[in-house]
């Protein structure tokens, strides 16, 4: 079935430093892969997105890249501050097209100051 | 901005019990979806809803069913809660398929 794969499950990093999270996915037919946020005690919030005519997508100091051919895609977390520290979700939309999404299981960020 | 608000953050149930929770959004979004979320293994969708009375199993549908009567309000039914129905449930709207999911801010369950 449709799967998503997300490493490293944790990962500390020292402030000012560069945090990068890569995921893999199964479904070849997907087409759409958004980020999510998750701060403790709130629901995960959507960070940053890209779709599969894209390569890569920056926003301040985040970014996202996309490999359809190898079916990787990675987020890049650039002069990392204590408040990035959260978990962080990778997913990806399944063949269905129903609007369904694939999450990837988590990665714990802690970012020391 | 988008807002889905989930009626508790906090419940507490006795096993046996039927549990609602209740899941409002203020977009019209067409989509909206009910996750439980536990250590170790993600978002896992339990149900989900593309219309207004229409409804689609996720991949963990068992001990729940959902409610749809009107396009802003989807509510997860336990039927009879068990104690491994312990987690934390976070529901999603999305105007259509290919656009984001967006949160509310989720319902921590316990079952005794």
């Known amino acids: 079935g449709e799967n998503v794969e997300q490493h490293p499950s944790t990962l500390s990093v020292q402030e000012g430093d560069s945090a990068v999270i890569k995921c893999t996915y199964s479904d070849s037919a997907s087409n759409y892969f958004p980020w999510y946020k998750q701060e403790l005690g709130k629901g995960p919030q959507l960070i940053i997105d890209i779709r599969s005519n894209v390569g890569e997508k920056k926003d301040q100091r985040i970014a996202v890249t996309l490999n359809k051919t190898a079916k990787h895609f990675s987020l890049h977390i650039t002069e990392t501050q204590p408040e990035d520290s959260a978990v962080y979700f990778c997913?990806?939309?399944?063949?269905?097209?129903?609007?369904?999404?694939?999450f990837g299981q988590g990665t714990t960020l802690q970012v020391k100051p | 901005d988008v807002k889905v608000t989930q009626s508790s953050r906090y419940l507490v149930k006795r096993t046996g019990e039927k549990v609602f929770l209740e899941c409002v959004q203020d977009m019209d979004h067409e989509n909206m979806f009910w996750y439980r979320q536990d250590p170790g293994l993600g978002l896992r969708l339990i149900y989900f809803?593309?219309?207004?009375?229409?409804?689609e199993k996720g991949d963990i549908p068992e001990g729940y069913s959902v409610s749809r009567e009107k396009k802003e309000r989807f509510s997860l039914i336990l039927e009879s809660a068990s104690t491994n129905q312990t987690s934390m449930y976070l529901c999603a709207s999305q105007i259509r398929e290919n656009q984001p999911q967006h949160f509310g801010d989720g319902t921590r369950l316990s079952i005794l």
């Open positions: 997913a990806a939309d399944g063949s269905s097209n129903t609007g369904k999404l694939i």
């Open positions: 809803s593309y219309d207004v009375k229409m409804k």
